[in-house]
């Protein structure tokens, strides 16, 4: 099993920034993809941001381009997402996701085997 937990989420003015952490726990050292998605209300959730853990390979959100970055720190054991520029779409509930196998373009949540309790974004105008 492995536990994830977000940090990191808050409040923010539209064009601000901010920064998600995902630090994991328990047996994740065969994980090879760690990922992001989000849920906004009335929503489905979506796919933000994904990152594959031995080539470093990323994957975006089209909307995301360009603003959001997705990075490990081995160090730490954490990956994070740096969030610039946001805007009030962006406003949601954002988890982190692992998987045992590697990323590819356009997954799912179903594609992903354990997650985050999730962090609130919220951006106003």
């Known amino acids: 099993q492995v536990q994830l937990v977000e940090s990191g989420g808050g409040s923010v003015q539209a064009g601000g920034s901010l920064t998600l952490s995902c630090t994991p726990s328990g047996d994740f050292y065969n994980t090879n993809c760690m990922a992001w998605f989000r849920q906004a209300p009335g929503k489905e959730r979506e796919g933000v941001a994904h990152i594959n853990a031995v080539s470093a390979g990323t994957w975006y959100l089209n909307s995301v381009k360009g603003r959001f970055t997705i990075s490990q720190d081995n160090a730490k054991r954490t990956v994070n997402l740096q969030m610039n520029n946001l805007n009030t779409e962006d406003t949601a509930t954002y988890y982190c996701?692992?998987?045992?196998?590697?990323?590819?373009?356009?997954?799912?949540?179903?594609?992903?085997?354990?997650w985050g309790q999730g962090t609130q974004v919220t951006v106003s105008l």
């Open positions: 996701a692992s998987r045992w196998r590697t990323c590819f373009s356009a997954m799912s949540e179903a594609d992903f085997n354990f």
